[in-house]
């Protein structure tokens, strides 16, 4: 399963549309916490979770359609402390370059595979 980052705005910007759950808020882009200004190094910080938009495809595919992912984590796939907020409809496909640039600010989507 591959991960895109996308800006919050990004598929209403495509025209996407979300067929369950929700599309990202602003309030998803919102960087992560930093240390506090002389905190001991290696000093855990509370993370806001990932918030995940699953393909339409991958949706059918690892959840079997199911409406009662919407709020629930994703456990064992990508990033850590991440939780699905909605699902694509039908044929909205995006290819991501193969390496993340670094200084972009996103969240993460599920997508279909591309087929190699």
């Known amino acids: 399963m591959r991960f895109g980052n996308v800006t919050t705005n990004f598929f209403h910007m495509m ?14 882009g919102l960087p992560q916490p930093t240390p506090p200004p002389g905190a001991t190094p290696g000093t855990p910080i509370a993370r806001l979770p990932v918030m995940v938009i699953l393909s339409h495809h991958i949706w059918q595919r690892r959840f079997g359609g199911r409406t009662d992912i919407i709020g629930k984590p994703l456990q064992n796939i990508g990033p850590a402390n991440t939780t699905i907020v909605g699902v694509l409809a039908p044929g909205f496909e995006l290819l991501f370059p193969r390496r993340r640039q670094r200084g972009t600010r996103a969240r993460y989507l599920v997508r279909q595979p591309h087929p190699v």
């Open 15 to 28: 025209g996407a549309k979300v067929v369950l759950g929700r599309d990202f808020t602003d309030a998803d």
